[in-house]
């Protein structure tokens, strides 16, 4: 399934679409570094959900969790996740 995604990957990441369950595809963000951690396989995070039948993008809860609806303009092309910062911590962004 493909969906018309606004964000263009950062350097060194790109996107995967993968379908989670009957209308919802899971967004992974997967890096291209390679770690000792995990053997030299890829690096990946969930970035969120994408409803298909209602067009509309979901946070993480987890990679298997589907989230609340999030407004796609308060999103970065790192997560759906939007920080939640304190009106002092606002004022220095």
């Keep these: 399934m493909t969906i018309e995604f606004p964000h263009k990957a950062p350097k060194g990441y790109s996107y995967e679409f993968a379908e989670f369950k009957k209308n919802t595809v899971a967004i992974w963000l997967y890096h291209s570094a390679v770690y000792d951690y995990n ?27 589907v989230g609340s609806v999030v407004n796609i303009n308060n999103t970065t092309p790192y997560s759906a996740m939007i920080p939640k910062q304190t009106p002092l911590e606002s004022a220095f962004v």
Excluded: A, D, E, M
């Design 39 to 65: 053997l030299g396989k890829p690096v990946r995070t969930i970035w969120g959900f994408f409803n298909s039948k209602t067009k509309q993008y979901h946070l993480p809860i987890n990679s298997s969790t």
